[in-house]
T-cell receptor, first 111, second 113 residues
Framework: DAKTTQPNSMESNEEEPVHLPCNHSTISGTDYIHWYRQLPSQGPEYVIH???SNVNNRMASLAIAEDRKSSTLILHRATLRDAAVYYCILRKSGTASKLTFGTGTRLQVTL | GAGVSQSPSNKVTEKGKDVELRCDPISGHTALYWYRQSLGQGLEFLIYFQGNSAPDKSGLPSDRFSAERTGGSVSTLTIQRTQQEDSAVYLC???????????FGQGTRLTVV
């Protein structure tokens, strides 16, 4: 299975944009890129996912490199409530594909 | 219910005892996942059910662990002869289809003493 590489931790100031990188150089053509986050003492929650094109939703934007070997999750204005561990996950197309979490990036947001 | 429900929320058991953890997924969701998370660690995949297909059990750490999903709805994770290293938060998630967002429950905190 293709693997993802994320920085262990990042810091951001409140109200600033945050760009969380993810490298996936061995991604295959059928791998979807999913992002989840886990707030302290809670279960993970879905953020966004995409295949080839950039995606936007109410929570974030996902920018996917043209060669798909990397992607960036963009939080447009970080708040204290965005402090969490952010997981970048590759998921193959098909019903047999499970959702496997790596170690993620711990985002700290400060005033 | 509005979301994924897990019970009990907390379970303390003695080493060597069997435990059953229950997950009620969101109604109509075909995919169901179990994970465990030890203190300060990431999520460890355990098992994945998708519709009527055979479950993916590749993450179960030993034959003491088993899970079933009855009628495509409720799932039970059973741990036999519990050990102290089984102490963790056990999380269940469900999704409408394999490729749609997964919704997680609040987890069951298992403590083996």
């Amino acid at each position: 299975d293709a693997k993802t590489t994320q920085p262990n931790s990042m810091e951001s100031n409140e109200e600033e944009p945050v760009h969380l990188p993810c490298n996936h150089s061995t991604i295959s053509g059928t791998d979807y890129i999913h992002w989840y986050r886990q707030l302290p003492s809670q279960g993970p929650e879905y953020v966004i996912h995409g295949l080839t094109s950039n995606v936007n939703n109410r929570m974030a934007s996902l920018a996917i490199a043209e060669d798909r070997k990397s992607s960036t999750l963009i939080l447009h204005r970080a708040t204290l409530r965005d402090a969490a561990v952010y997981y970048c996950i590759l998921r193959k197309s098909g019903t047999a594909s499970k959702l496997t979490f790596g170690t993620g990036t711990r985002l700290q947001v400060t005033l | 219910g509005a979301g994924v429900s897990q019970s009990p929320s907390n379970k303390v058991t003695e080493k060597g005892k069997d435990v059953e953890l229950r997950c009620d997924p969101i109604s109509g969701h075909t995919a169901l996942y179990w994970y465990r998370q030890s203190l300060g660690q990431g999520l460890e995949f355990l098992i994945y059910f998708q519709g009527n297909s055979a479950p993916d059990k590749s993450g179960l750490p030993s034959d003491r662990f088993s899970a079933e999903r009855t009628g495509g709805s409720v799932s039970t994770l059973t741990i036999q002869r519990t050990q102290q290293e089984d102490s963790a938060v056990y999380l269940c998630a469900s999704s409408l289809k394999w490729n749609t967002e997964a919704f997680f429950g609040q987890g069951t905190r298992l403590t083996v003493v």
